[in-house]
């Protein structure tokens, strides 16, 4: 994997999407060429028509980004990637098209359009069936040898299993430091010179997985590995890396406190943040002002009782701030003032609401915290004060979340389905935790641009 701005990217997806804007340029001048004969036009040099190009792939390629083309489903799949292309490439040539309006010297014209977006899809799904194989294939994928062989190396092996890993273990190692759950394991015993052993198996990492490392570190051999030019982790920074989250199974406070991360404070960061959020709510809400509009009426309409409703929910520092949503629910929801996990497909929920939450349309109404600076669009969801106090006496480090300002959308909303338990709130807090950790402008954009999914496929809405 290729960390970029403290986000891990796996080889083949950054491959992948390299070659994949290569052939999207290479199909917007294809279909300029093809439309140019077809009128009698003279082709001129590249240069003159660079910015359409560009404009074209780039397009494109954030679109793919959005809709979830590189996601382990879409590597994995060809019927399940060439749904998602069809979609991304039709967003992408809305928002050129929308984009001609404004700057019509920066994108290509109709015709040309619609002949690079039909070979830019033949292009595109043509390179995913050569590279098909190959991008799951063994090439790809990291070599490793795991210390130890209790519950903690089980962990990796079941990742090793997992459809779509990145990696292939060579070798686990009993390190005699308590129960051997993979029998498999070779004894450390049996291996005169361990760092000669892991140079011999091809691996390129080293993970330590031990049950108990008090006095069972192996400090010399780590030392010999680390100087053959293999790189060596700890379980903890390893499954972070490998599941965009941090495992609350393994995590201890000290690696919490010395490992890279938690800089979301930063003044340069915290500043492009928040004039990020200004900007995009006051345009948010003027562009969806008649849609919400149109919710509230909808919702008066229905049932009696307020169109829009007022909670409390904990943000930043724990602090209590006041959100505001179109209602969903019946006004009785919660008759006895007590905080109640929502369900699936929840009695409470109206028949409008239903549609409301669906869309995403109840959310709306939010870009008003945001532009008041209580919330950001990207951060972790925040939680009504009853199921906080419940959850930091259930989870460690669940108040850690709100170290970071909460937001409408999150690490955790896209990448985990909605739940409505101690044990959803356990894996969502992982998600939350990373995000903490591994805060950039980077990853919010690309939250951002993931949401797209989720609105298109609203899986986990309640």
Same mark, same amino acid.
């Given at each position: 994997?290729?960390?970029?701005?403290?986000?891990?990217?796996?080889?083949?997806?950054?491959?992948?999407?390299?070659?994949?804007?290569?052939?999207?340029?290479?199909?917007?001048?294809?279909?300029?060429?093809?439309?140019?004969?077809?009128?009698?036009?003279?082709?001129?040099?590249?240069?003159?028509?660079?910015?359409?190009?560009?404009?074209?792939?780039?397009?494109?390629?954030?679109?793919?980004?959005?809709?979830?083309?590189?996601?382990?489903?879409?590597?994995?799949?060809?019927?399940?990637?060439?749904?998602?292309?069809?979609?991304?490439?039709?967003?992408?040539?809305?928002?050129?098209?929308?984009?001609?309006?404004?700057?019509?010297?920066?994108?290509?014209?109709?015709?040309?359009?619609?002949?690079?977006?039909?070979?830019?899809?033949?292009?595109?799904?043509?390179?995913?069936?050569?590279?098909?194989?190959?991008?799951?294939?063994? +090439?790809?994928?990291?070599?490793?040898?795991?210390?130890?062989?209790?519950?903690?190396?089980?962990?990796?092996?079941?990742?090793?299993?997992?459809?779509?890993?990145?990696?292939?273990?060579?070798?686990?190692?009993?390190?005699?430091?308590?129960?051997?759950?993979?029998?498999?394991?070779?004894?450390?015993?049996?291996?005169?010179?361990?760092?000669?052993?892991?140079?011999?198996?091809? +691996?390129?990492?080293?993970?330590?997985?031990?049950?108990?490392?008090?006095?069972?570190?192996?400090?010399?051999?780590?030392?010999?590995?680390?100087?053959?030019?293999?790189?060596?982790?700890?379980?903890?920074?390893?499954?972070?890396?490998?599941?965009?989250?941090?495992?609350?199974?393994?995590?201890?406070?000290?690696?919490?406190?010395?490992?890279?991360?938690?800089?979301?404070?930063?003044?340069?960061?915290?500043?492009?943040?928040?004039?990020?959020?200004?900007?995009?709510?006051?345009?948010?809400?003027?562009?969806?002002?008649?849609?919400?509009?149109?919710?509230?009426?909808?919702?008066?309409?229905?049932?009696?009782?307020?169109?829009?409703?007022?909670?409390?929910?904990?943000?930043?520092?724990?602090?209590?701030?006041?959100?505001?949503?179109?209602?969903?629910?019946?006004?009785? +929801?919660?008759?006895?003032?007590?905080?109640?996990?929502?369900?699936?497909?929840?009695?409470?929920?109206?028949?409008?609401?239903?549609?409301?939450?669906?869309?995403?349309?109840?959310?709306?109404?939010?870009?008003?915290?945001?532009?008041?600076?209580?919330?950001?669009?990207?951060?972790?969801?925040?939680?009504?004060?009853?199921?906080?106090?419940?959850?930091?006496?259930?989870?460690?480090?669940?108040?850690?979340?709100?170290?970071?300002?909460?937001?409408?959308?999150?690490?955790?909303?896209?990448?985990?389905?909605?739940?409505?338990?101690?044990?959803?709130?356990?894996?969502?807090?992982?998600?939350?935790?990373?995000?903490?950790?591994?805060?950039?402008?980077?990853?919010?954009?690309?939250?951002?641009?993931?949401?797209?999914?989720?609105?298109?496929?609203?899986?986990?809405?309640?």
């Amino acid at each position: 994997m290729i960390r970029l701005f403290k986000h891990y990217i796996p080889y083949p997806v950054l491959l992948l999407g390299i070659l994949d804007f290569l052939l999207l340029v290479a199909s917007a001048e294809a279909g300029w060429i093809l439309r140019a004969q077809q009128i009698g036009m003279d082709v001129a040099v590249i240069y003159d028509r660079l910015g359409p190009l560009l404009s074209f792939g780039v397009s494109l390629q954030v679109a793919m980004i959005g809709v979830g083309v590189y996601g382990p489903e879409s590597l994995q799949s060809l019927r399940f990637a060439t749904a998602r292309l069809l979609v991304a490439i039709s967003l992408g040539v809305i928002f050129l098209s929308v984009m001609h309006f404004v700057t019509p010297q920066l994108t290509l014209w109709r015709s040309n359009s619609l002949y690079a977006m039909v070979l830019a899809f033949f292009a595109l799904l043509s390179l995913r069936i050569m590279l098909g194989s190959m991008l799951g294939g063994e +090439a790809f994928k990291r070599r490793l040898v795991v210390l130890g062989a209790g519950k903690r190396a089980d962990r990796v092996r079941q990742l090793e299993q997992r459809r779509g890993s990145g990696f292939l273990v060579v070798g686990y190692i009993q390190m005699n430091d308590g129960e051997q759950v993979i029998e498999e394991a070779i004894n450390r015993g049996a291996i005169f010179n361990l760092s000669d052993f892991v140079v011999r198996m091809a +691996a390129s990492e080293v993970i330590l997985a031990l049950e108990e490392r008090r006095n069972s570190i192996p400090m010399s051999d780590l030392l010999r590995i680390k100087t053959t030019g293999v790189h060596v982790n700890d379980l903890s920074t390893f499954l972070e890396r490998e599941t965009g989250r941090i495992d609350l199974d393994t995590v201890n406070p000290s690696w919490l406190i010395f490992s890279d991360g938690f800089s979301a404070g930063q003044r340069l960061s915290g500043v492009a943040k928040r004039l990020f959020d200004i900007v995009a709510s006051v345009i948010l809400l003027v562009l969806t002002a008649p849609i919400i509009l149109l919710g509230a009426i909808a919702v008066k309409l229905e049932s009696k009782g307020p169109a829009f409703y007022r909670q409390s929910r904990v943000g930043l520092f724990g602090q209590e701030f006041q959100i505001i949503k179109l209602r969903s629910m019946r006004t009785d +929801a919660e008759a006895g003032g007590k905080a109640v996990w929502a369900e699936k497909d929840d009695p409470r929920i109206t028949r409008v609401g239903r549609w409301l939450r669906k869309l995403r349309i109840d959310e709306l109404p939010q870009t008003w915290v945001v532009l008041k600076g209580d919330m950001s669009f990207v951060g972790p969801r925040p939680e009504r004060r009853q199921f906080v106090d419940d959850l930091v006496q259930h989870l460690r480090y669940y108040a850690e979340r709100h170290m970071v300002k909460p937001g409408i959308t999150g690490w955790a909303q896209i990448n985990y389905p909605y739940g409505a338990s101690i044990e959803d709130s356990r894996n969502k807090l992982e998600y939350d935790l990373y995000y903490a950790k591994n805060y950039s402008p980077f990853l919010d954009l690309l939250i951002l641009l993931q949401t797209i999914r989720v609105i298109i496929w609203p899986e986990g809405a309640r």
